[in-house]
């Protein structure tokens, strides 16, 4: 052990006191010794440092510090460096901050639309999102400040988020939704890595042995620490058991006393205790240790603020109405454009040092601006009067620019989405818009896909996600040609959200969320079926245009020419994918395995190359556990998007041969893809064993780990008026169109969180009486529950 001398001067109590927070944001310092406390703070897009008392989710503002675009924005960007720019910036801003903990990035997949967390989570591909990860964790560390990759693993629902049980095959699981977390640790050399709040294949993620030791630990070499979500350590003992160093936030002295009740009745050796202890303090010590201050400003922060959101910004469709010429009379249109909507809801939200709008900055462009109309209410209230106003503006310019999008009520921490629609009264502005003006530039924000039917409509669409606080002038930059827009899109807008195969149960109805699908998520679903969508995965418009010429194949990557053969200066995506036919593996019909970004000047070619790495050829043979790579032809498909192939040649690898966990007859619809028909029999056999679904009741006996929204079956009357009055404030701040982060937050939690949650007042015993109260059996409860309180209260001021 590294600091054994140090843990030789702590008594059992305080080693495990070390494991759980001393407040909701610190860990636990002991100055005497030298160890002091280190601060965690939230997040993946700006600095969350809450001024005062902290509550978690936000109730006391946070610091000001630079709120840069969402991690969905940036991954359009395709750009790592730009990655790690942000990821300085985060990480100098935590430094002056004296934060040695950024909870981020997050990286969880975009298994479905719907999540309403997409938007803090990069793409529906795991290496794009592993590569986003690792730079923005780079950049983070180079300031001496550690970063957390959040939500290890197979965290792609909010609904009962703390109860969900992710059943993944074990192929898929790692294919898909371990690789980011790979790429990000091994590449990234993450120094803290936080776990989801659900559970993965029956076993909650913080307390998962294998995921924590065989896999991060072993095959991926973490050396860091690992730190549970906020009330997501289900039982502390396992965690600590399994590989999790940090429960936070706080249980007041509950989390200490469960460690040494632990040792004391052998379910935790002290050895094992102090080898943890040993693992946290080599991070905190490190990490404390620096005090240098970073010498970067806030105004370099906007400025890279600005430059991520110029250079992720999507143009989905431009019949040449784009760039604006100098001079273009326009109108503006659309409550963004006076009220930005350019972060999500949730732990995420930063309190931004400065907030560009579209309208205190379109002075500085050289438009003719002839005014501005609403158009719609940010909530769902349909008004003709603010359409009339609009259309009477659209009638007198020449070009409309039409600000859309999702509302804040609309994609959140805590809630999924029930809809890929915009609000009828915005569609209801677009036709009506479209009807008396054929210049029409619909400008969009949203952190996660939205149903694209109108496009038809408008002539110009360009897609700015959720740009930070420099959003609408990097927009503006490209309306009027100033930059030329580069970003692609790094997840798929079907036609309709009811192709996808996860839709068949997502949020999931009961308890556990089956992955059945399997591998076939996003494009990898789409290409195989060959089903048509709205845009695929990769696609970007450009003012410029690009060819490819001339691709090498070589032992360690491909290579190939690319000209700017438009007009304007502008960047292209080159995107690899593999392919390759099998009748042993069964595998999507291609898959992203490398990716460039080049600037070129108008009419400048460059050579490009990029390089195989392990991941390019391999699968997980789940028979031998072990990577492999199936010997044979590959395909290698150079493109602009996942359906602008625009060079393809071929490889052979040696590989290993193929030893199968499965007969390939009985899986047939893995082999065609067409996983919306899979049966939950083949789902088995993938998986190894039977899933057995329990669907929710009314009456049914409700447990420890149980979420509180599902109050709903509780047996006592009361527990369901609980229910109803939490869900009537939640339906209240829906109307408003502002999430009510705490109730949701409790909606999503079990009873075993809410026995942590609470600095110490209530414990797991008060929280195991409560549940029999909601279970029918009121007096015994309350019996219960008043000695387990004057118990917890005598705790708390004794101590251990
Ligand atoms: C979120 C985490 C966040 C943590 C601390 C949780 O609710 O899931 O992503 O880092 O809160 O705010």
């Known amino acids: 052990m590294k600091h054994q001398q140090l843990i030789e001067q702590l008594s059992l109590t305080q080693k495990a006191f070390l494991m759980s927070g001393a407040s909701t944001w610190e860990t636990v310092p002991y100055e005497a010794l030298g160890i002091p406390a280190i601060f965690l703070a939230d997040g993946p897009h700006g600095l969350r440092k809450q001024e005062g008392a902290s509550d978690h989710l936000g109730l006391n503002a946070s610091l000001k510090a630079t709120c840069f675009p969402t991690a969905a924005t940036v991954a359009n960007s395709w750009d790592p460096e730009l990655g790690a720019e942000i990821g300085r910036s985060l990480g100098a801003e935590a430094r002056n901050n004296n934060v040695h903990v950024v909870l981020g990035p997050g990286l969880n997949i975009k298994r479905h639309p719907f999540c309403g967390r997409n938007f803090e989570y990069f793409s529906e591909d795991p290496y794009q999102a592993g590569k986003m990860a690792a730079a923005y964790t780079r950049g983070i560390q180079e300031n001496g400040v550690v970063a957390c990759p959040k939500h290890?693993?197979?965290?792609?629902?909010?609904?009962?988020?703390?109860?969900?049980?992710?059943?993944?095959?074990?192929?898929?699981?790692?294919?898909?939704?371990?690789?980011?977390?790979?790429?990000?640790?091994?590449?990234?050399?993450?120094?803290?890595?936080?776990?989801?709040?659900?559970?993965?294949?029956?076993?909650?993620?913080?307390?998962?042995?294998?995921?924590?030791?065989?896999?991060?630990?072993?095959?991926?070499?973490?050396?860091?620490?690992?730190?549970?979500?906020?009330?997501?350590?289900?039982?502390?003992?396992?965690?600590?058991?399994?590989?999790?160093?940090?429960?936070?936030?706080?249980?007041?002295?509950?989390?200490?006393?469960?460690?040494?009740?632990?040792?004391?009745?052998?379910?935790?050796?002290?050895?094992?205790?102090?080898?943890?202890?040993?693992?946290?303090?080599?991070?905190?010590?490190?990490?404390?240790?620096?005090?240098?201050?970073?010498?970067?400003?806030?105004?370099?922060?906007?400025?890279?603020?600005?430059?991520?959101?110029?250079?992720?910004?999507?143009?989905?469709?431009?019949?040449?109405?784009?760039?604006?010429?100098?001079?273009?009379?326009?109108?503006?249109?659309?409550?963004?454009?006076?009220?930005?909507?350019?972060?999500?809801?949730?732990?995420?939200?930063?309190?931004?040092?400065?907030?560009?709008t579209t309208l205190e900055v379109i002075g500085a462009y050289d438009l003719d601006y002839r005014g501005f109309a609403k158009g719609y209410h940010r909530s769902f209230k349909e008004d003709q009067k603010l359409i009339d106003e609009a259309v009477t503006l659209a009638k007198q310019v020449d070009t409309v620019l039409l600000y859309v999008g999702l509302d804040e009520i609309s994609e959140s921490e805590g809630l999924d989405r029930t809809t890929l629609s915009l609000p009828d009264n915005q569609l209801a502005l677009i036709k009506a818009i479209s009807a008396v003006n054929s210049k029409v530039v619909a400008i969009i924000s949203a952190g996660s896909v939205i149903d694209m039917a109108w496009d038809e409509e408008v002539q110009g669409i360009l897609h700015g996600y959720l740009g930070g606080q420099a959003g609408p002038s990097a927009m503006l930059d490209v309306i009027v040609g100033q930059a030329t827009p580069s970003g692609k899109l790094s997840e798929t807008y079907p036609h309709d959200y009811r192709e996808l195969p996860a839709a068949r149960d997502y949020p999931s109805a009961t308890n556990q969320t089956v992955y059945q699908e399997g591998p076939y998520i996003g494009y990898r679903y789409f290409e195989t079926v060959q089903k048509a969508v709205k845009y695929p995965f990769g696609y970007g418009l450009s003012y410029t245009q690009f060819a490819y010429a001339d691709l090498e194949i070589s032992q360690t990557g491909i290579s190939c020419l690319i000209s700017n053969v438009g007009q304007y200066d502008g960047a292209e995506i080159v995107q690899l994918y593999v392919a390759k036919e099998s009748e042993l593996i069964y595998r999507p019909e291609k898959e992203l395995k490398g990716f460039t970004k080049v600037f070129l000047k108008a009419g400048e070619s460059q050579r490009i190359e990029i390089p195989f790495d392990d991941k390019t050829f391999r699968y997980y043979n789940v028979a031998s556990q072990e990577w492999q790579v199936e010997p044979g032809e590959y395909q290698l498909l150079v493109g602009a998007s996942v359906q602008d192939i625009r060079l393809s040649g071929s490889c052979q690898q040696k590989g290993q041969e193929v030893v199968l966990s499965y007969d390939v007859a009985t899986i047939p619809h893995y082999f065609s893809g067409q996983v919306a028909q899979v049966t939950m029999a083949e789902f088995e056999i993938l998986l190894g064993k039977e899933v057995r679904l329990l669907p929710f009741t009314k009456g049914q006996e409700l447990f420890m780990n149980d979420s509180i929204s599902q109050l709903v079956y509780a047996k006592s009357g009361a527990a369901r008026v609980v229910y109803h009055i939490l869900n009537g404030i939640l339906k209240r701040s829906e109307k408003k169109g502002k999430p009510n982060l705490n109730i949701l937050f409790i909606y999503n939690m079990t009873f075993t969180a809410v026995g942590k949650m609470t600095n110490g007042m209530a414990n797991h015993e008060m929280m195991e009486a409560v549940v029999v109260m909601v279970n029918g059996r009121f007096w015994s409860g309350a019996g219960q529950l008043f000695g387990a309180f004057r118990r917890n209260r005598k705790l708390q001021k004794r101590g251990i």
């Not at 029956?202 to 991060?216: F, H, I, K, M």
């Not at 002290?270 to 303090?281: G, K, P």
């Not at 490190?286 to 991520?308: D, F, G, I, P």
């Open 152 to 356: 290890l693993a197979a965290n792609s629902q909010e609904t009962r988020r703390m109860t969900t049980d992710s059943i993944v095959d074990e192929r898929t699981l790692r294919e898909i939704y371990l690789t980011g977390f790979e790429i990000a640790v091994k590449e990234g050399q993450a120094k803290s890595v936080m776990t989801a709040y659900n559970r993965l294949n029956g076993v909650y993620a913080n307390e998962d042995d294998w995921l924590l030791q065989e896999v991060l630990v072993k095959e991926w070499g973490f050396d860091g620490f690992v730190v549970s979500d906020w009330g997501g350590s289900n039982d502390h003992v396992m965690g600590v058991v399994a590989g999790s160093h940090l429960e936070m936030p706080t249980t007041g002295v509950n989390g200490a006393k469960e460690l040494v009740d632990a040792v004391a009745s052998g379910r935790l050796s002290e050895s094992l205790l102090d080898q943890r202890v040993d693992e946290l303090l080599s991070v905190v010590l490190a990490t404390a240790s620096n005090k240098e201050r970073s010498q970067r400003t806030l105004e370099e922060h906007h400025e890279v603020a600005k430059k991520a959101a110029r250079e992720s910004i999507v143009l989905l469709k431009n019949q040449e109405v784009l760039p604006l010429k100098a001079k273009t009379t326009i109108g503006i249109i659309g409550d963004f454009a006076e009220t930005p909507r350019y972060q999500g809801a949730g732990s995420s939200v930063v309190n931004p040092t400065q907030l560009d």
